[in-house]
């Protein structure tokens, strides 16, 4: 086993703030410079530790990043590095500078090298290698599931097709602006086409980031400018739901729409997302309560089962062992074509009407409710009456899962029983507040007689 001598020296690019680490080895013959995925800046760097200050907060080119981020890309390089070239002292070999680029990079899961040779010139990507790399580094590092890459690459098909010769280094705001024009002219509505181009703005940066490549600044700030009203939230009211749960369905063949009602109610009653829902086992299920990992966040769920959940569960639940599903919901998306079927047979028919724009004009489209049902409606209509009935945010989210209230905001609109509950607040305080001020005032044989009227009133009012 031979011994190899080497430094490595984190160090920030001059030109750009890119954080680099420089290796040198082989008596200083060999040299090789790899390029992270993190930016500094140089008041904030310690020159002596060649690192981050700890506590530091460093924004470069739009973008923003933690001491924590930047120094811990450092101890990935180095610890790939020193492992490089441990095996290669095992070996009694000492590597060339591609085989260091290569060994190092492929350890990191890299498809292509960010060493920086002169001799050797950047190739340069097409859009679809682009995009490939970035799903594939960026899908890794953020575990995106497969509906996730979907979304990106549909949203990378759009550009193409607005700008079929588009190249990711020659990128404009005028490529921008007509991928806008695109959207419009396609008829997709400016919500949807200011989150695709936000899609597209986060791959531009990842592209930033790429040794060879320079997005302008005026294409990681564009702004679509284009007017979005507030997405109309649809749920059903509390009263709706107890009559969907309990609906009779008389053409109802093998089961199908009692089943989709059932699935959808036991998640307006749960809070449950599709997604786990056809995952919930009968091990899950703990007495009172449900217990599972989100399988979207992974969060800890713990929710108690109301009565109306417990008598659905019931119907499901009979003769199933631990590791059985209970609701057994082969696809989602024939879920939610039984669950419209469902709401249309049990009436559920109120009329909702969205306003929206599409580029500057303005639209307005009216639906009856089970023509516009989905799974996830279900989520809503649980935050939305447990809102209602005056359930605090915070035990609502400790159901759903939510980490914030803000998070949860997107789920939530003033229902009209929520209203009516907190207009209801100003009748019982003020009657409330004369009652005390008159049983002060009364005596003890004054206050028998009101507490004997009290309770015949009450009773005879249950």
């Known amino acids: 086993m031979i011994r190899i001598n080497y430094s490595v020296r984190p160090y920030i690019k001059c030109s750009t703030g890119q954080v680099a680490i420089k290796v040198r080895w082989n008596n200083s013959k060999s040299e090789v410079s790899f390029f992270t995925s993190v930016w500094a800046e140089p008041g904030k760097w310690d020159q002596d530790l060649s690192r981050a200050k700890k506590g530091t907060t460093h924004n470069v080119r739009e973008m923003k990043f933690t001491s924590i981020e930047i120094n811990e890309a450092i101890a990935e390089y180095r610890q790939e590095i020193e492992s490089v070239f441990d095996k290669c002292a095992l070996k009694n070999t000492i590597p060339t500078t591609e085989e260091l680029k290569t060994m190092v990079n492929s350890a990191l899961g890299r498809i292509s090298a960010n060493a920086d040779s002169q001799n050797t010139p950047t190739k340069k990507l097409t859009f679809k290698e682009a995009v490939d790399q970035f799903l594939n580094e960026c899908g890794r590092e953020k575990n995106w599931d497969d509906q996730a890459k979907e979304k990106y690459t549909q949203a990378f098909q759009h550009i193409t097709k607005a ?128 217990e599972m990992f989100a399988q979207k ?56 009407t969205e306003v929206y724009y599409i580029g500057t004009e303005r639209k307005e489209k009216s639906s009856r409710f089970y023509d516009i049902i989905s799974n996830h409606d279900a989520r809503r209509t649980f935050v939305s009456c447990s809102l209602a009935m005056g359930i605090p945010a915070e035990s609502v989210m400790k159901c759903t899962g939510h980490k914030s209230y803000n998070t949860m905001k997107p789920y939530i609109e003033t229902a009209t029983e929520t209203q009516a509950l907190e207009m209801e607040k100003w009748n019982k305080n003020q009657y409330r507040s004369q009652i005390i001020n008159l049983l002060n005032q009364a005596g003890e044989v004054q206050l028998k007689n009101f507490l004997q009227i009290i309770q015949t009133e009450i009773v005879s009012a249950s």
């Open 163 to 290: 700008n079929p010769h588009i190249k990711p280094d020659k990128i404009t705001v005028e490529h921008m602006f007509k991928l806008r024009e695109w959207y419009i002219k396609n008829g997709y509505r400016n919500r949807t086409i200011n989150k695709q181009i936000t899609m597209l703005k986060g791959f531009l940066k990842w592209l930033n980031t790429k040794d060879g490549y320079m997005v302008p600044t005026d294409v990681l700030n564009f702004e679509t400018n284009l007017k979005v009203l507030p997405k109309t939230v649809t749920f059903l009211h509390y009263d709706e739901l107890l009559h969907f749960a309990h609906f009779q369905f008389k053409n109802d063949k093998c089961g199908r729409l009692s089943k989709a009602r059932d699935c959808w109610c036991f998640m307006a009653f749960t809070s449950l997302r599709i997604s786990d829902l056809r995952r919930l086992k009968a091990v899950h299920i703990h007495n009172v309560r449900i």
């Open 297 to 352: 966040t992974g969060e800890h769920l713990i929710i108690p089962l109301t009565d109306e959940a417990k008598r659905i569960l019931s119907l499901y639940i009979i003769g199933k062992q631990n590791d059985d599903l209970i609701f057994n919901i082969q696809c989602p998306q024939l879920l939610n074509y039984a669950v419209k079927d469902a709401a249309r047979e049990a009436g559920l028919d109120r009329i909702i």
